[in-house]
T-cell receptor, first 110, second 113 residues
Framework: GIQVEQSPPDLILQEGANSTLRCNFS?????LQWFHQNPWGQLINLFY???GTKQNGRLSATTVATERYSLLYISSSQTTDSGVYFC????????????FGKGTKLTVNP | NAGVTQTPKFRILKIGQSMTLQCTQD?????MYWYRQDPGMGLKLIYY???????DKGEVPNGYNVSRSTTEDFPLRLELAAPSQTSVYFC????????????FGQGTRLTVV
């Protein structure tokens, strides 16, 4: 099955810093989503981005489907950005399964 | 609009007991999923359904059963609970699997003792 690798596994920032999270996948995808799991465990949709670039406030994401990676940019980080960021994909070729990476744990210190 | 609702939020089971985790969505989505998340890990797919009456196994189906009698509901049944089933369970739905966004419930934290 498809492999989804996220890097770095852990990231510690000072408030106000910028960061880039990466998601590599081993096969062509029809669907790619970024989620934020907050410290209370809730999964929050950030982006549905199988290709191209999207922005939402301080967050933006870019997926280069032909090169099999996606990037999540967080600018001017805030303590509320802390949590785990997951990338999840659905492969081409008939699979209906959303497959998750292991996540990047982000800690933003005041 | 409630989205995806899971009940209960927390549960403690004794080894060998059974229970049903409830999941309902009010978005008229065709696809529904059950995932489990172990500490420090990503989410692993247990079962999924592409519509009422249709279910299929995911990555880790052993020890679980599902049914999909209506579009709205997708309960997950645990028979003979084991400590290895201690986890956080998430239900999700999407309009269609491949090309649309999936939305998650708030999770059920299950402990088997």
């Amino acid at each position: 099955g498809i492999q989804v690798e996220q890097s770095p596994p852990d990231l510690i920032l000072q408030e106000g810093a910028n960061s880039t999270l990466r998601c590599n996948f081993s096969d062509s995808v029809n669907n790619l989503q970024w989620f934020h799991q907050n410290p209370w465990g809730q999964l929050i949709n950030l982006f549905y981005i199988p290709s191209g670039t999207k922005q939402n406030g301080r967050l933006s994401a870019t997926t280069v489907a032909t090169e099999r990676y996606s990037l999540l940019y967080i600018s001017s980080s805030q303590t509320t950005d802390s949590g785990v960021y997951f990338c999840a994909v659905v492969t081409q070729g008939g699979s209906e399964k959303l497959v998750f990476g292991k996540g990047t744990k982000l800690t933003v210190n005041p | 609009n409630a989205g995806v609702t899971q009940t209960p939020k927390f549960r403690i089971l004794k080894i060998g007991q059974s229970m049903t985790l409830q999941c309902t969505q009010d978005m008229n989505h065709n696809y529904m999923y059950w995932y489990r998340q172990d500490p420090g890990m990503g989410l692993k797919l247990i079962y999924y359904s592409v519509g009422a009456g249709i279910t299929d196994k995911g990555e880790v189906p052993n020890g679980y059963n599902v049914s999909r009698s209506t579009t709205e509901d997708f309960p997950l049944r645990l028979e003979l609970a084991a400590p290895s089933q201690t986890s956080v369970y998430f239900c999700a739905s999407s309009r269609q699997g491949l090309y649309t966004e999936a939305f998650f419930g708030q999770g059920t934290r299950l402990t088997v003792v």
